[in-house]
């Protein structure tokens, strides 16, 4: 029974395209975020939402949306992927601020042609 | 600006032979620095928090310290199955939820 789900795990598309990753989490935590983790393994915050509510907007093309249905949903949505959006993007929750820690989901690798 | 710094970026070790990682970090005013594991085509793991300097956190054959400025996980006695990637972090206060990540640590234990 997957904690932390992400889909789809691998992501092949062309530049110019738009793009979705969906998030799920099963804990009951109120704490969900999109980390970045690039070539070379810097896992790097974009997002968090906490009840609902962005928490965290790091400096992050405008083309990157996120979206919190609700406390158990997390989405990314990308437009005009571009060459350097290629990377592995993980999603993760926590309780409150994670100070006992995240859950991470096993990550989407996107790979934009 | 926060930053952690890890060392070495690769160790290769004997099954049985014990090391220690480095992680070295600077912050404005620390809330937590976390260790995780990263096994290849997978998210981390959460392993540790540690809060405040002289705290000492255990689990298996792994042990976590922290002082001021750095924190050391040692593996002790290393099976085949401590190989991953391990990662230190830190929360700064007053950055609600945000992690600032090292470039981890590559562990391979051989047989």
């Known amino acids: 029974d997957t904690a932390v789900s992400q889909t789809p795990k691998y992501l092949v598309t062309q530049m110019g395209n738009d793009k979705s990753i969906k998030c799920e989490q099963n804990l009951g935590h109120d704490t969900m975020y999109w980390y970045k983790q690039d070539s070379k393994k810097f896992l790097k915050i974009m997002f968090s939402?906490?009840?609902?509510?962005?928490?965290i907007n790091e400096t992050v093309p405008n083309r990157f949306s996120p979206k919190s249905p609700d406390k158990a949903h997390l989405n990314l949505h990308i437009n005009s992927l571009e060459l350097g959006d290629s990377a592995v993007y993980f999603c993760?929750?926590?309780?409150?601020?994670?100070?006992?820690?995240?859950?991470f989901g096993s990550g989407t690798r996107l790979t934009v042609v | 600006e926060d930053q952690v710094t890890q060392s070495p970026e690769a160790l290769r070790l004997q099954e049985g032979e014990s090391s220690s990682l480095n992680c070295s970090y600077t912050v404005s005013g620390l809330r937590g620095l976390f260790w995780y594991r990263q096994d290849p085509g997978k998210g981390p793991e959460f392993l540790f928090t540690l809060y405040s300097a002289g705290e000492e956190k255990e689990k298996e054959r792994l042990k976590a310290t922290l002082t001021k400025k750095e924190s050391f996980l040692h593996i002790t006695a290393p099976k085949p199955e401590d190989s991953a990637t391990y990662l230190c972090?830190?929360?700064?206060?007053?950055?609600?939820?945000?992690?600032?990540f090292g470039a981890g640590t590559q562990v391979v234990v051989t047989p």
């Open positions: 972090a830190v929360q700064a206060s007053g950055s609600w939820g945000k992690l600032q």
């Open positions: 993760a929750s926590s309780q409150e601020d994670g100070i006992d820690g995240y859950t």
């Open positions: 939402y906490n009840n609902k509510e962005l928490i």
